[in-house]
């Protein structure tokens, strides 16, 4: 594969500017990339299920600190007795954002200078009590729709995405090429980058900045896939490794600008790889993906447990 | 309906000790009656996916102080700067368990004076770090069933359950006859009980125990509930009203006791008004049921957002 | 003694608007009142000490849900080995304004519509990240005065204060001649209204607003006590009952007003029925008062355990 | 300096075992050593104020994440409008143990394969609602002693203790004999072993254990301090630096055995940069010390702002 260019600096702000959704559903619209999914597409999506075989995504919740967690989840526990018996409680705490726990972004978690989803100004919608507009809750009849699986590291025959190789947005449609895949709107997209084994080849490194300033580096997806994301009509990115760093273009934000612009939710630090065996073992690219965001009025996102559904 | 002779001390006790369920899948299951719904049962859920309607079954997540709502869950917001754009992002923390929040119970989240589920006993199993048996993480891969709906208002042509009148096993057979539904193992129930419609009919009343001793009373399902769960082989009961209280036995738990003594798995607090109403709407008693718990290793169960598709 | 007239909403205005302390040390000056206890104040405040008994007046931390406890303190527990031995360690949760836990009020806590303390803008000073003007790391080098015993139902010869007889200006003021205390610039008060008392004799009733709407009553200090403080030039008020409710006065605070017009500082629902007594068994109503808030940048107060010395 | 030999394994397991005072203040007593701290102490402690300077020992709220620090505090803001005002409140959250925040540990905090504090088992006393014994509200009523600084880098000549020069028992004699100074039962001993000064000169190095297992290396005090605190019948041990790691010994705690068997407290991660450089100015070893912990049932600590008057 013949390398291609790097877009320059117009075209990225293009994508990001030019192509938005903004209005596309109403300028009041909350549910951006979401409409895609619609009744039509949730039965659809159901008739994926054949062995009824089912694939947890999510990574266990993030209790132990560590380089790539900075904000351990809290675990914290109570026994009670009751009559002649007793009862455990618990209770969990957690700031879900950044790269160590799998949780949903809302349309409402990011913004450029111009403004967050839909042309809203984050300073009017964003507040003490959480954000008024593009938040969780308009999701929370949960996310029933296709996945298909987008495994890198197969097309690559590697183990995982490197810092100098990223994911490319034409290296994605290559993928569907190949695997002979055709994305339909409302589809979710699960980019399989190889974390873990990233992670396990470099046990020095961590996948999060871990601590104080400079610029930081890892892996990921190229600002490139934002086209991809906006052509596909794709409804959810849910990914493993996050936007490639650094961005190498002058914007607030790369992959992540899809929320903002697209409407496009953003499922982070999903566990792929056990996706990415069974798709191999089932023969298959595509699944029944359901997402249940707890319902936070207010939330800009939530930790999820996605589901794949063969 | 006639009156039917409620069960004795013997049988209660009975229902408890001799019908368990411990050792059916292995003395060393943490999956209790989920074994039961197998991959046959997934797809054949999916299939009663019609309408492509999907409902949360979901109470907001609930941050506000209430009579009902002794530790009202947090919600806290950031926002930071990303170059010349920003984020927000938020901390949630929630003690789940009680009757404000809609989440699903472990397996090990209940005992008697006997032991919890599979004959463990909760001194050695239960600790600072959470639960190491029967613990959510072992549902991790989700729970995706038969749903079925059994309206109890609208089987007795009220807005819902009064003190007075629990919910007994045997009313819940009637729904089944009279809306001539066949339960199939693996399915999971959803009791409907008005319990909004009672909260509004009853503002000075409290749902929870709102501080403080004594006995408590509230409307819900009678004890006799329980050998209904376990004659249809039940994998998760779904209720909006929980346990009539007081129970009237001399025993730690009522329907509760499904935990350890069945591993029938619980979603208590669901939000099931909108169910009831879909249901009428789309003139069925079934849809595909998802529930997703958070991968904790070691809790007592999860908040979830528990969706109905139909 | 006599009825007084009360003040009128010309004067309450006058009060907050035109004695109001801002300059008087600055226009940046962050630390208000608390200028006035000087190294000579906390040299005096030392000489105090003669006996040597020491009280607490702090309440125990508020972790049981109560209508006086919407939000409950977090107490959880670890235990971790530790070679052949181990060790316990604990979290520590608190929203600590309101009534139930025994607080500092830093300067930027409270505001009305013109500004908060020294005529900065909350809007511009309150941030997600804590409060950039009149916070509370700016006492952290401890508050160490002379503290003034006000006992209320001792005068009164009663238990508590009302409803219907709350603590006026002037009656502070018959206090200090009846005893014949001398205030001094700098000296703490701590206003002692038997708020203990007042619960036992009223158990069905909540000092705090328990939950929901409508207009708040409860037993406390007028509104009247806001000159009191100005003219004595008190550096903290140290109170168990706060505010009289409602105000009867079309200002947003009462006496919390003195936070951000006179730079005095708050502790609110202290502990004060031990104090009362030891007061009584030493034959005193002077002692050394120490205050030493957590060291919380941009907080807008701290949880404290004031300790008064004989 | 002709250096000292070390103790041998048998003279550490004696000073534990054979020195410990259990029963020395009855077998039930919750107070350890701060039963020195008498009232006349306290009133001795309060003669030490003469220039009336307040020095805070307390490090900022550790809200940042580093390698110094695991489990960052929480520190969440909200505002409310109140009238045609507003108030400012917010939330603190903290696993204080650690290295990160400055904090007094309880009685309870540490043991042995032996007992906790007076031989209690810690498995009967350590719950998930706290501590049943040598919990922190025993010294609710604060601790106000004599505090005495022994500067070990001003000893030295240098800036900070290195890992390779732990602080000795013998050496803090020599600081006494040297500077004049003679201890009084029940004094505070604040150890200054400039780990600011070590932290700027190793800013690759974090104090506490980063992450992850291994042997930790960190300097700080010798095992052989502890006879010293129990020669000189030190109420409490205020430090910068901790416990020398590795320790040397097969022992589960080094300098922290002082909990379980002496009954001293330890105030951990002081900031004493300010109080050695304010003990030269005011050319004073000695000075009032006053430690407020938090009144929390079951503590095993608390974060504390400890406050020396000179």
């Given at each position: 594969?013949?390398p291609r260019?790097?877009?320059?600096?117009?075209?990225?702000?293009?994508?990001?500017?030019?192509?938005?959704?903004?209005?596309r559903?109403?300028?009041?619209?909350?549910?951006?990339?979401?409409?895609?999914?619609?009744?039509?597409?949730r039965?659809?999506?159901?008739r994926?299920?054949?062995?009824?075989?089912?694939?947890?995504?999510?990574?266990p919740?993030?209790?132990?600190?560590?380089?790539?967690?900075?904000?351990?989840?809290?675990?914290?526990?109570?026994?009670?007795?009751?009559?002649?018996?007793?009862?455990?409680?618990?209770?969990?705490g957690?700031?879900?954002?950044?790269?160590?726990?799998?949780?949903?972004?809302?349309?409402?978690?990011?913004?450029?200078?111009?403004?967050?989803?839909?042309?809203?100004?984050?300073?009017?919608?964003?507040?003490?009590?959480?954000?008024?507009f593009?938040?969780?809750?308009?999701?929370?009849?949960?996310i029933?729709?296709?996945?298909?699986?987008?495994d890198?590291?197969?097309?690559?025959?590697?183990?995982?995405?490197?810092?100098?190789a990223?994911?490319?947005?034409?290296?994605?449609?290559?993928?569907?090429?190949?695997?002979?895949?055709?994305?339909?709107p409302?589809?979710?997209?699960?980019?399989?980058?190889?974390?873990?084994?990233?992670?396990?080849?470099?046990?020095?490194l961590?996948?999060?900045?871990?601590?104080g300033?400079?610029?930081?580096?890892?892996?990921g997806?190229?600002?490139?896939?934002?086209?991809?994301?906006?052509?596909?009509?794709?409804?959810?990115?849910?990914?493993?490794?996050?936007?490639?760093?650094?961005?190498?273009?002058?914007?607030?934000?790369?992959?992540?600008?899809?929320?903002?612009?697209?409407?496009?939710?953003?499922?982070?630090?999903?566990?792929?790889?056990?996706?990415a065996?069974?798709?191999?073992?089932?023969?298959r690219?595509?699944?029944?993906?359901?997402?249940?965001?707890?319902?936070?009025?207010?939330?800009?996102g939530?930790?999820?447990?996605?589901?794949?559904?063969?």
């Open positions: 594969m013949p260019p790097l877009p320059t600096d117009a075209e990225v702000r293009s994508w990001i500017r030019d192509r938005r959704n903004w209005g559903w109403g300028k009041d619209d909350e549910l951006g990339a979401m409409n895609l999914v619609t009744p039509a597409r039965v659809a999506a159901s994926l299920v054949k062995s009824g075989r089912s694939v947890s995504l999510s990574r919740f993030p209790k132990e600190p560590s380089a790539n967690n900075a904000y351990p989840a809290q675990h914290y526990m109570k026994t009670l007795p009751r009559g002649n018996g007793g009862f455990a409680a618990d209770y969990y957690i700031f879900y954002h950044g790269v160590a726990s799998t949780h949903i972004d809302a349309l409402c978690h990011t913004w450029d200078d111009d403004a967050m989803w839909n042309g809203r100004d984050p300073k009017k919608e964003i507040g003490f009590d959480g954000a008024t593009g938040s969780i809750e308009h999701w929370a009849d949960g029933i729709t296709r996945g298909v699986m987008l890198v590291p197969r097309h690559r025959g590697t183990t995982h995405v490197t810092q100098d990223p994911v490319h947005g034409w290296e994605l449609d290559d993928i569907l090429d190949k695997r002979n895949i055709k994305l339909e409302g589809d979710a997209i699960c980019v399989y980058s190889g974390r873990d084994a990233w992670q396990a080849a470099n046990p020095d961590s996948y999060g900045r871990p601590f300033g400079g610029v930081q580096h890892r892996p997806l190229h600002i490139s896939c934002l086209p991809f994301l906006r052509d596909h009509d794709v409804s959810m990115l849910v990914w493993d490794m996050l936007d490639h760093l650094p961005i190498g273009y002058d914007v607030a934000w790369a992959v992540h600008a899809c929320l903002f612009a697209y409407g496009v939710a953003l499922l982070d630090n999903a566990l792929l790889e056990p996706l065996k069974a798709c191999v073992e089932e023969s690219d595509e699944f029944m993906l359901v997402v249940a965001p707890l319902r936070v009025v207010g939330g800009t939530s930790p999820a447990n996605p589901l794949a559904v063969f």
